[in-house]
C-alpha cells in the first residue's frame, strides 16, 4: 500500500512541524533546557525532514510522470532550508532562528494539497539528467530564499540596533531580535548560503544552457524563465567578486541579495505562480 500517494500523508509533514513548534514553545517555558532536549529537538527535525522529503520525492516524481507547480517548488524550497538550517546549527549558535525556518516549513507544506500542480512531463521522470538538474536545481534555490530570508533579518536587526544606540544605549530591543546571534555570526552564516547557494545556481543555469535538448528534449529558448535565471545569475556573481575585492558587507549586501533573489524568484516560482493561479494554464 503507497501512503505516499494519499492526501492523509500529503498532511503529515504539517502535522508533524505543528507538534515540533508546540515541543519548542513547551521547552521554551523551562529556562533550564538540557543538552537531552536539544538533541531531542534535532532528532524530531531530522525525522520530520525525512517525511517531508520521501512525501515531496514521490509526489514530484510520481508514476504518471513529473508533477510540478509553483506549490512543489515552494515546499521543496521551504525543505532545503530547514535542512541547511538543521546542518548548520551544530556548528553556529543559530537555535534562535529555528522558530522561523519552522514555521515557513510548515506553511509551505501545507500549499501542495491546495495546489496540486500539473502533469509536466510523463518521461522525464526515467531520465536520470532531468532528476539530476532539477534536484540540483531545487537545492541551489531553497538555499538561496533561506540566504534572502537571513538577509531580511539582518536588515531589521541592523536597524532595530542603530535605533536602539540613538534613543536609549542601555536600552533593551525587541525580545525576538535579542534572541538573534550577532550580527557578525549572522552574516557569516548569510555568506556560506551563498557560496554554496550560487555554486549550485552556476551548475543548474549552466547545465540547463548547455544541455537543453538532453534535459528538456527541446533547444535552448530564452523566454523569461531563462532571461531572469541570467540576470539572478549575474547579480549573485557580482554580490561574491565584491565580496572578495572589497570586503562589501552590512546593508549594501542585503540589498544585492534581495535584488538577486527577486531575479531569481520571478525565473523559478513566478513563472509557475502567473501560469497556474493567474493564467490557470499548465
Known amino acids: 500500500m503507497d501512503i505516499l500517494g494519499h492526501s492523509s500523508y500529503g498532511l503529515l509533514p504539517a502535522v508533524l512541524y505543528f507538534f515540533l513548534l508546540l515541543f519548542l514553545s513547551l521547552s521554551s517555558r523551562n529556562k533550564a533546557v538540557s543538552p537531552l ?10 525525522v520530520v525532514l525525512l517525511i517531508h522529503g520521501l512525501q515531496l520525492h514521490d509526489s514530484v516524481f510520481t508514476p504518471q510522470g513529473f508533477v510540478f ?8 524550497i521551504a525543505w532545503v532550508g530547514l535542512a541547511f ?6 556548528f553556529l549558535p543559530i537555535s534562535s532562528l529555528r522558530w522561523l525556518v519552522i514555521l515557513f516549513a510548515l506553511a509551505c507544506s501545507l500549499l501542495p494539497n491546495l495546489f496540486p500542480g500539473t502533469l509536466i512531463s510523463p518521461k522525464a521522470v526515467s531520465d536520470p539528467w532531468f532528476k539530476g538538474h532539477f534536484i540540483v536545481a531545487t537545492i541551489a534555490v531553497g538555499l538561496l530564499s533561506l540566504a534572502a530570508i537571513h538577509a531580511m533579518l539582518m536588515s531589521v536587526q541592523d536597524r532595530a540596533l542603530h535605533r536602539q544606540l540613538a534613543i536609549a544605549p542601555n536600552g533593551r530591543i525587541a525580545h525576538w531580535l535579542e534572541d538573534l546571534p550577532p550580527l557578525m555570526t549572522m552574516e557569516s552564516l548569510l555568506f556560506n548560503l551563498l557560496y ?12 540547463g544552457l548547455l544541455f537543453s535538448q538532453t534535459l528538456f528534449g527541446k533547444p535552448l529558448v530564452f523566454d523569461h524563465k531563462t532571461i531572469f535565471a541570467l540576470i539572478s545569475w549575474f547579480l549573485f556573481a557580482g554580490l561574491l567578486l565584491a565580496r572578495w575585492r572589497v ?24 513563472s509557475r505562480f502567473v501560469l497556474e493561479v493567474i493564467l490557470q494554464r499548465v
Not at 37 to 46: C, D, H, K, N, T
Not at 198 to 206: D, K, N, P, Q, Y
Open 85 to 90: 538550517y538543521w546542518f548548520q546549527s551544530w
Open 196 to 207: 554554496v547557494g550560487f555554486a549550485l545556481l552556476s551548475l543548474t543555469v549552466f547545465s
Open 37 to 46: 532536549s536539544g538533541i531531542l529537538v534535532q532528532a524530531f527535525i531530522f
Open 247 to 270: 570586503g562589501l558587507r552590512g546593508r549594501a549586501a542585503v540589498r544585492w541579495v534581495l535584488s538577486a533573489y527577486t531575479a531569481l524568484l520571478l525565473a523559478y516560482v513566478g
Open 69 to 76: 507547480g509553483f506549490a512543489q517548488d515552494l515546499s521543496l
